[in-house]
């Protein structure tokens, strides 16, 4: 038996070895003819990449897109072997035969290489992606009322995704829904299709050189270069063609539009339009294959919605609320007015403010003209609703020759452009500057008092408030609201708003500049220049904004000469090289924008602008030297000097500007002369040491300062850093500082109790653990953003231990950038770690994180996070030895279950050693996930989602919890039932290497693969 063993093995052997020696004899023999056949597919394969690199080329020429990963990867595969096809060809004709007969495979398995890239080729498809943008937002709406729009709803989607025509209209009178409609279309849209959505508001003076603006704006092409119509008609048209299954809606189209002239051609491949307009025969004009009439809500729908507005705190009596569907009745059906009219009467159940609401709604209001239709149904409504925000309103008394504060901040907003999104912060300082606020004893107040008034007209349905994607809080108007501004805005007060009418030059004539103008608002077109000599004759016009006329060089000095009481003046975002010396002679003037005109190169001696409070110069690069004057600006609140070239303001100046509440410089000031403004409330600075900035804590902590919100950097300048536009925090950033501890006694404080925001960049002296160093750095208890770049020694922010630091509470955001000894966020010995997965970690630490994003630490093998509860954002690049992100206790029988219940994304990149996102056997159960990425993370072998079973069964309780003290969460679980993806999950990005592997990934059941397959983006 051993005997037959030995034989077998022996000739086993013996095969593999001849086979292999054959083998290479056969590719020694065939050498030349596979150098040959290598030698002309790489000639294929070079010329295959030289025309994807020209496709690339004119794609990313054309507009702003970028490579897809796979071609990406590919590219640099073709240069690999390339270099190692060149190396082999060398060392083949330098060497002989042992050379020759041991490099005959690798010729071989080169060419066969070669070949798979020419065929992976084929299989590209689209070599470019569009940048995220370019796919579209989602827009914020609101609900849909009716069963109409439900119909409606499913209709357009069959109109537009199944039967795929080309044009479709929706039509309707103002106040309709179109637009929510629209909306609610366009958010289904992405959400549901791979379709890119560009949805472009149009509204009634619109230009065909804006719309064509807006809509390369939304695909990245750059129009800035071209200003011939036809030419950019054209360079759009080219580059929409490229876009497969693009819908474009136009919202608010009230004249027919040449869209050849735009650069949209009915040829366009995929392209499908949607318009929203008041008029039908418009739908007809532009060809719409089907049309969508909207018609107004059912007298119950009406009476039902706005019982929803008026809410469930305002109660009607029986008798009260008859009275109130008579009103509701008044709106005639019309969403925009149903909504705004129950805003304004939210609270209310007097019966006789309701009965004086309907007698005043039965009224005719402005009067017969050919708009009699609009006027009667919507105006009088919305008309009625700005009447009572002045609570002393009464019937008798509408005709009146002043309004309230509130309702002149309302009209205010009537200046800004059509559908403009306005910033909360933003708005309420134009508040602040046009004296629209009453005087309090501190900006601060002031703020508050605005944010009220911008409260009461949200809730009175006049301003519209949503939020940004980047966190901002933005109002607008509705169309039709802002209408109504410009209605009571005709006469008195008298405003002209040509706000984002794409005007190429400055309107001339009485009918523009009237003597009784009090208001001018030319703000987001493309005027280039004023003429010389024209010198409009409005010595009342007290507001004249000019700003975002990006192109704008040129004011000549007579254009201010007849405005004497020019009391605020905007002229920032413009390209001015030189402030008119007229300016200068404005003694009226309260406010002077001059910010980011970076072209701006001198400002005149502003000695004389005794009564200007406000001066902003930040960003105005070419500024050399602090403007002349400035010691006579006594009133003075708000110098806003960020320019990076300035270096210091002249000694002595500060302290004779003694109204100052907000001072914005970017280089170090001398203390004591801050110390000395009494009435600074914000400021923005440096100073050289640390010892400094804690000299400025103990000052303001001792009462001799009202500073309440700062943004200081401490040590050399550093260029990357920059002043927000608006901040009421208290921000530091250390710059290559030294953080031990003072001699003799003296302690750094640095952060005070309240500091909210701390950047340490490149510093020295911390301690291995960040947390050890809180206690005299000032222990603070508030800071919500704690960002590292660049700092040495540190190797965690805490330790796991039966106590914690307090501080670590608050704390929201964690950034680490480049820290070359971080081990991890928390680190503990064997003990520590396993009595913290078995029992939980010290209670509250980093119970408040909602971001971690840690970008190259090559020393940390573990993160160690722990709780996780609030964790919204996980963002891992580019560490080279992490092996493992979170670290989950097992539990018998099921494995360890980590709950991330508020995660709405993962991201990991560049993580060569990353062998699992929890530990081995672990699951992770986020249903909040919205989108993982998962780059160049080779070892990776799973993705250990935690998938619900479907059905409606009974929830059982998992006592797996690693977190013992804690909540106990709950999942679905019956083994009949089909598994599902987390509900909120949108993508899964992964790049082509983890594609190949898709197959081979670890699952804990079969289903998973299929069930996520959908979501993957390679």
């Not at 007015?337 to 159940?349: D, E, K, N």
């Not at 092996?883 to 709405?904: D, F, H, N, Y």
Request: proline share 3%.
């Amino acid at each position: 038996m051993m005997q037959q063993l030995v034989e077998y093995v022996c000739s086993t052997m013996w095969e593999m070895f001849s086979s292999h020696v054959l083998n290479k004899v056969g590719n020694y023999i065939f050498i030349r003819g596979n150098l040959e056949s290598l030698k002309e597919n790489s000639k294929r394969l070079s010329d295959i990449a030289s025309d994807v690199m020209t496709q690339i080329g004119e794609g990313q020429n054309l507009r702003k897109r970028k490579r897809k990963r796979e071609v990406e990867s590919w590219l640099e595969e073709v240069q690999e072997i390339k270099n190692v096809f060149l190396a082999l060809q060398t060392e083949l004709q330098e060497q002989g035969f042992i050379s020759r007969f041991l490099r005959g495979d690798q010729v071989v398995k080169l060419n066969s290489k070669v070949e798979q890239l020419i065929q992976q080729s084929r299989d590209f498809g689209e070599l470019l992606l569009d940048a995220y943008e370019t796919r579209g937002n989602p827009l914020l709406t609101t609900s849909l009322f009716g069963d109409a729009f439900e119909k409606n709803v499913e209709k357009i989607w069959k109109y537009v995704v199944i039967d795929k025509i080309p044009i479709v209209g929706i039509y309707g009178m103002g106040g309709v829904g179109k637009t929510t409609l629209a909306k609610h279309i366009h958010n289904l849209l992405l959400e549901k299709t791979k379709y890119h959505v560009c949805w472009v508001t149009v509204s009634r003076d619109f230009s065909i050189y804006k719309l064509q603006d807006d809509i390369a704006r939304h695909i990245q092409l750059d129009l800035s270069t071209e200003s011939n119509e036809d030419k950019r008609a054209a360079l759009l048209n080219r580059a929409l063609s490229q876009i497969k299954d693009l819908v474009l809606i136009l919202d608010d189209v009230w004249d027919n539009i040449s869209l050849i002239r735009v650069g949209i051609t009915h040829h366009l491949e995929g392209c499908r339009l949607i318009i929203t307009t008041r008029r039908l025969d418009l739908c007809h004009e532009f060809r719409c294959r089907e049309t969508i009439g909207m018609q107004k809500l059912r007298a119950d729908e009406a009476w039902n919605l706005f019982k929803e507005v008026l809410g469930q705190e305002t109660t009607l009596a029986q008798d009260v609320e008859k009275i109130a569907m008579s009103v509701a009745e008044e709106c005639d059906g019309l969403p925009l007015g149903i909504v705004t009219l129950a805003g304004s009467m939210r609270g209310v159940t007097d019966i006789h403010v309701w009965k004086n609401a309907l007698s005043e709604l039965n009224e005719p209001l402005l009067g017969q003209d050919d708009n009699i239709v609009m006027k009667e149904k919507v105006f009088r409504v919305l008309k009625y609703s700005f009447d009572h925000l002045d609570p002393s309103y009464t019937s008798q008394g509408k005709i009146r020759n002043e309004y309230t504060k509130l309702q002149r901040c309302f009209l205010y907003c009537s200046l800004y452009p059509e559908d403009f999104e306005i910033g909360k912060t933003q708005l309420i300082s134009r508040f602040i500057s046009e004296k629209l606020i009453d005087h309090r004893k501190s900006r601060g107040a002031e703020i508050d008092k605005g944010h009220d008034i911008l409260d009461k007209l949200v809730k009175a349905c006049l301003l519209e408030s949503t939020q940004l994607f980047d966190g901002r809080v933005v109002v607008k108007l509705h169309d039709l609201v802002r209408d109504m501004a410009l209605e009571i805005t005709r006469d008195k007060p008298k405003f002209k708003a040509l706000a984002g009418l794409s005007l190429r030059e400055v309107p001339r004539g009485r009918n523009y500049w009237r003597e009784d103008l009090e208001k001018m608002s030319l703000m987001h077109n493309d005027i280039r220049e004023i003429p010389k000599g024209m010198s409009p004759d409005c010595p009342k016009l007290s507001t004249l904004l000019l700003n975002w006329n990006l192109e704008l060089a040129f004011i000549p000095d007579s254009f201010f000469s007849l405005m004497r009481g020019l009391s605020v003046l905007d002229l920032s975002c413009t390209s001015i090289t030189v402030l008119p010396n007229s300016v200068c002679d404005l003694e009226s003037l309260n406010v002077l924008d001059l910010s980011y005109c970076q072209k701006l190169v001198h400002v005149a001696n502003l000695g004389k602008l005794k009564a200007l409070e406000e001066l902003y110069l930040s960003n105005c690069s070419n500024i050399r030297e602090v403007p002349q004057g400035l010691e006579n600006l006594v009133n003075l609140k708000i110098l806003s000097l960020y320019i990076l070239e300035l270096k210091m303001l002249p000694t002595g100046l500060l302290p004779k500007l003694q109204h100052l509440q907000h001072l914005i410089l970017p280089f170090p000031v001398v203390l004591e002369e801050i110390e000395s403004l009494k009435q600074l409330e914000k400021v923005c600075f440096g100073v050289y040491e640390v010892n400094d900035f804690d000299s400025f804590v103990r000052s303001q902590q001792s009462g001799q300062g009202n500073i309440n919100s700062y943004d200081i950097v401490i040590g050399m300048a550093d260029p990357e850093f920059s002043i927000r536009s608006e901040f009421y925090d208290k921000r530091v950033m250390v710059y290559r500082c030294n953080l031990k501890k003072g001699g003799e006694g003296n302690e750094v404080t640095l952060l005070g109790q309240d500091i909210q925001d701390l950047e340490l960049r490149e510093c020295e002296g911390l301690s291995s653990c960040f947390s050890d160093d809180l206690q005299r750095l000032g222990s603070p208890r508030s800071i919500h953003t704690l960002e590292f770049r660049g700092c040495k020694g540190i190797e965690c922010i805490a330790r796991l231990t039966t106590t914690h630091e307090e501080e670590l509470n608050s704390l929201e955001k964690i950034l680490v950038y480049n820290m070359p000894d971080l081990m991890g966020l928390v680190v503990g010995d064997a003990i520590a770690i396993a009595i913290a997965l078995t029992t939980g970690p010290p209670i509250g630490l980093f119970s408040s994180l909602k971001r971690l994003d840690i970008y190259g630490c090559d020393k940390m093998k573990k993160l160690g996070l722990l709780d996780l509860q609030n964790l919204e954002t996980i963002n891992i690049r580019a560490c080279s030895e992490i092996e493992e992100i979170i670290q989950v206790v097992a539990v018998e029988g099921r494995g360890g279950v980590v709950s991330l219940p508020k995660l709405k994304e993962l991201y990991l990149s560049n993580l060569p050693k990353l062998k699992s996102i929890c530990t081995e056997e672990a699951k992770m159960c986020c249903n909040s996930i919205e989108k993982i990425t998962l780059l160049r993370c080779p070892e990776v072998k799973k993705l250990p989602l935690l998938l619900l079973r479907s059905s409606s069964s009974v929830n059982v309780e998992d006592g797996g919890h690693q977190y013992q003290y804690q909540y106990q969460y709950q999942y679905q679980y019956h083994s009949s039932s089909s598994y599902s993806a987390p509900p909120n999950l949108k993508s899964i990005n992964i790049d082509r290497a983890v594609k190949v592997r898709w197959e081979c990934l670890e699952w804990d059941d079969p289903t998973h693969k299929d069930i996520l397959r959908p979501f993957c983006r390679f």
